[in-house]
């Protein structure tokens, strides 16, 4: 089963959710409030999700042992890029002295975080549901 794959799906979703909040607090810096000290633990946590992304789902493909697994490296090429462009702006909020909530409302806006999201969902999906069937059979 692919479990390693899809517990970084899990923690790459709870880090956008608990942006989603961050961003509608209208806080100026990360510093003084629980929320403020919350949020570069999500990010720290995404970044080492999305490093090595690609390459997990490439074994959990080969695990679940998926017809046409030819079929699936160009998308995890795109996966690839899409988690190395999301890790670079993950990586530049990180380096700043204060991350605000509109900075993490930018952050979320983002089209390249947005793109690995909706390639989680869809490789997931897959992935999931490959598994249950394979345990109900």
Do not use: W
């Amino acid at each position: 089963m692919a479990i390693e794959f899809l517990e970084r799906c899990d923690t790459l979703e709870e880090c956008y959710e608990f942006m989603l909040a961050y961003a509608g607090q209208g806080l100026l810096s990360d510093k003084g409030s629980s929320a403020g000290s919350q949020i570069r633990y999500f990010l720290q946590r995404a970044a080492k999700a999305l490093t090595g992304l690609a390459e997990s789902c490439t074994i959990a493909v080969a695990e679940e042992r998926l017809e046409s697994a030819g079929r699936y490296q160009p998308f995890i090429s795109m996966l690839y890029r899409d988690a190395q462009d999301s890790l670079a702006a993950v990586e530049m909020v990180l380096a700043q002295p204060d991350i605000s909530s509109q900075l993490i409302d930018n952050l979320n806006a983002s089209i390249h975080l947005r793109a690995l999201l909706t390639d989680l969902f869809l490789i997931g999906e897959v992935l999931r549901t490959r598994s249950k069937t394979a345990v109900e059979s």
